[in-house]
């Protein structure tokens, strides 16, 4: 569904982002992307709905260069990705229901959505949403009331407004504590298995991966140092390790005992 | 290692003796020159200023004197205390800052900083001098401000007065001449009746060194009038201009009979005829009975004060309507995070910050001096005066709460699909509202605020009424006026507070 072709991505102040880039995405996969902080991960995924304009490549979506498009045209294809934020990237004031009410702004007439009114189809289906993640009961408080596991259930919940056929999820679980990780990104993975929602997410804790991931990139200062499978995490050499996370990293794998 | 460093930032630059040395003729030198660059510095500056002021203030006590020990002299015969004082604590510090000297030049010696002490009494003890300050006259000069204090603490039974009922009956006079005296009025029956005799006179005249001379002696008889009632005798020039005529210093009452009579000997009053004046003048002396009927209406200050308060309120809201209006466009221009793309936006930025900050600085109440110039007397120059400075104040905090904006919920609109208009709308609006609306309601409650005390300088408001009666000494109703201003503002105060925490 989603074909990546030698993706390069230099900033304005003559950082190389990305560099030559390509991968494809098969419908269904939950992809995870590793690397350091800076490797390149969220300027990948931004460049995906072209929330940054890459600067050379192609990114094929359905069949669609989404790299070519003029910004015009951009809106059509961007309603179909989803995106999930490490820092949620709630409208704070605003409440619950206006937060996941605003994933559907890319179907509905611009100007009548100015008002602030959306149709009762809408509310009701974002109603059902927030029913399916649990947390209905919150609807009608402040974004900024709710703990940092449910104002991320509210991200999901403005991403599927978007009936998206990807998720885009930029390090979803970095501000969360382990148990909520879980539960956040068994959130994803069901949607992922269930609605057949492919998603491409990037994480740091391997074990989180190999749970996770049916396939793994790897990224270090923008190049794609490693790919495999969740299972091949597992198996990682030191080597590869050192490929992704740099000669100086240590390799710990905590509470695991020998068998 | 360490204890090879502290040694090496210990070490002196000059010995103990010349840093002593250097001190004298310049105070503070040794420490400078021994490396203690701002402890020198500081105490040079401390000194030299000390000094400087010290003289100033002698020269100011003992002003006229010339030679310096003549200055001395008188100052110490005016004001003792201060002189003697510092001038020892010059001499201590003098002293302090020798001894300092030596010591920072040793090795390893802490820092003391009970000479900043000394220094900063110094300094405390030359303001409390320059600002004439003199704690007996709160208490030694309480009792006599009590009187009007206790006007103004509760003014109460000013606020209400009574409908009136008038009495009274009038005889004409004719005034510094003899030609054609008036005629004694006719008596009617049931109507009060007042009799001047002679029928002409003389007024009280002021000599060429503003002394009183007395004016003729008028025998005022009448009756008729409401029995053992008090009786006010009033004049009336002869254009009608009516006031009360005083005998040593009151008012000049009687009291009736139990016929309804009196009578009363009344030195005719000062008054100015001028020169324009024509003919014969006649004036008029009135015998009058003023009775209060039962309803209690509203004084004419409590009427004056709440329809001045209302104005204040109203030029409070409109000055932050044009502030609002005025300043959010500038608002964007002084936002850094808008105007950072090119050199030129910088430089809008810098300019348009350098103005709003020049124009916040100054106070309303010298925007109103010069509005008053600009607009005339009145409320609207009120306004331009707190509109001004509103729009430099809102302006600034408008654009604070545009750099303050969290780019992530923009983003997350953006990878919505929605377009430009609704990123405003719903990421960019419902960031900004909170802010906004915190901002101006703070505003009015200030406006308000300001608007109070706008009116002494002429820009309309309650604040003239008040100064006026505190000129007239009028007391109880600026009194009135001082408790609708205050209650005015804690309810403004109060709910602007609210309707704040409500929106952050």
Not at chain 1, 7 to 22: F, H, P, Q
Not at chain 1, 36 to 65: A, Y
Not at chain 1, 165 to 170: M, N, S, T, V, Y
Not at chain 2, 235 to 240: E, K, L, M, R, Y
Request: with cysteine.
């Amino acid at each position: 569904m989603l074909e990546i072709k030698n993706l390069t991505k230099v900033y304005d102040d003559g950082t190389v982002a990305l560099k030559n880039v390509s991968f494809d995405v098969q419908d269904g996969e939950f992809l995870v992307v590793i690397g350091l902080s800076g490797s390149g991960k969220s300027t990948l995924l931004r460049c995906i709905n072209r929330l940054i304009d890459p600067t050379e490549g192609q990114i094929i979506f359905n069949g669609e260069d989404v790299a070519a498009l003029p910004q015009s045209d951009l809106r059509h294809v961007r309603r179909k990705i989803g995106m999930v934020f490490q820092h949620f990237n709630l409208v704070k004031r605003s409440s619950v229901l206006t937060n996941v009410l605003a994933g559907r702004l890319g179907y509905i007439n611009p100007y009548k959505s100015l008002a602030g009114n959306f149709p009762p189809s809408i509310r009701k289906r974002a109603l059902e949403v927030l029913d399916h993640l649990g947390i209905a009961n919150q609807a009608k408080k402040r974004a900024d009331e709710l703990s940092g596991g449910q104002q991320q259930r509210v991200g999901i919940a403005r991403a599927l407004m978007q009936d998206p056929e990807l998720i885009l999820a930029d390090e979803p679980v970095a501000s969360l504590d382990p148990v909520l990780a879980h539960s956040i990104l068994g959130t994803l993975e069901s949607l992922n298995q269930e609605t057949g929602i492919t998603v491409i997410c990037s994480l740091h804790y391997l074990d989180l991966v190999q749970r996770y991931a049916t396939r793994v990139i790897g990224l270090r200062s923008g190049e794609i140092v490693y790919r495999g499978t969740g299972k091949d995490i597992r198996q990682m050499t030191d080597e590869e390790f050192k490929d992704i996370y740099g000669e100086e990293a240590v390799r710990v794998s905590a509470g695991k005992r020998e068998e | 290692m360490s204890a090879a460093t502290k040694t090496k930032e210990k070490k002196p630059l000059i010995s103990p003796v010349l840093s002593l040395i250097l001190s004298i003729p310049v105070p503070g030198l040794g420490q400078l020159v021994s490396g203690k660059i701002r402890r020198g510095l500081l105490l040079i500056g401390s000194f030299a200023t000390l000094a400087f002021l010290y003289w100033w203030r002698l020269k100011a006590i003992g002003h006229r004197q010339t030679t310096l020990i003549d200055i001395f002299k008188k100052a110490l015969q005016l004001n003792g205390l201060f002189t003697v004082l510092l001038l020892i604590g010059l001499a201590g510090l003098y002293a302090w800052i020798l001894v300092d000297a030596f010591k920072q030049a040793k090795k390893s010696r802490p820092e003391g900083t009970g000479i900043f002490f000394l220094i900063l009494f110094l300094f405390f003890a030359v303001g409390w001098q320059i600002s004439q300050i003199e704690m007996g006259k709160l208490t030694s000069r309480f009792s006599e401000a009590w009187v009007p204090l206790k006007k103004i603490l509760w003014p109460w039974d000013a606020a209400i007065t009574y409908e009136k009922d008038v009495f009274e009956a009038a005889a004409q006079i004719l005034v510094d001449s003899d030609e054609a005296p008036p005629p004694v009025p006719e008596q009617k029956e049931g109507e009060p009746y007042l009799v001047a005799n002679p029928t002409y006179g003389n007024l009280s005249r002021l000599d060429e060194n503003n002394k009183v001379i007395p004016g003729s002696r008028i025998n005022l008889k009448g009756s008729g009038f409401k029995p053992e009632t008090l009786t006010q005798i009033w004049w009336a020039d002869s254009i009608g201009n009516e006031f009360r005529p005083r005998q040593e210093g009151q008012y000049v009452t009687v009291i009736t009979d139990k016929d309804g009579a009196f009578e009363y000997d009344l030195i005719m009053p000062y008054r100015l005829t001028p020169p324009s004046a024509v003919g014969l003048q006649y004036h008029e002396v009135m015998a009058r009975q003023i009775f209060e009927k039962g309803r209690a209406l509203p004084s004419e200050p409590l009427i004056l004060t709440v329809d001045l308060i209302i104005e204040t309120i109203f030029m409070g809201m409109m000055a932050t309507f044009f502030g609002i209006i005025l300043s959010i466009p500038v608002s964007f221009l002084a936002a850094r995070n808008l105007m950072s793309s090119s050199w030129i936006t910088v430089t809008i930025y810098y300019v348009t910050r350098t103005i709003l900050n020049i124009i916040r600085s100054i106070e309303p109440l010298i925007w109103a001096l010069i509005a008053v110039v600009w607009v005339g007397l009145g409320p609207f120059a009120g306004i331009v005066a707190l509109t001004i400075h509103s729009v430099a104040a809102l302006a600034k905090l408008y654009s604070e709460a545009i750099e303050n904006i969290d780019p992530g919920p923009i983003e997350a609109i953006q990878a919505t699909g929605a377009t430009k208009l609704q990123v405003i709308r719903y990421a960019v609006v419902p960031q900004m509202i909170p802010p906004f609306v915190s901002f101006t309601i703070y505003r009015w409650d200030i406006n308000v605020r300001m608007s109070t005390v706008i009116g002494m300088v002429g820009g309309g408001g309650i604040g003239f009424l008040l100064v006026q009666y505190i000129r007239l000494l009028d007391y109880k109703s600026a009194g009135i006026a001082v408790w609708f201003i205050a209650v005015t503002v804690s309810i403004l105060d109060y709910v602007s507070a609210n309707i704040r925490k409500r929106f952050i």
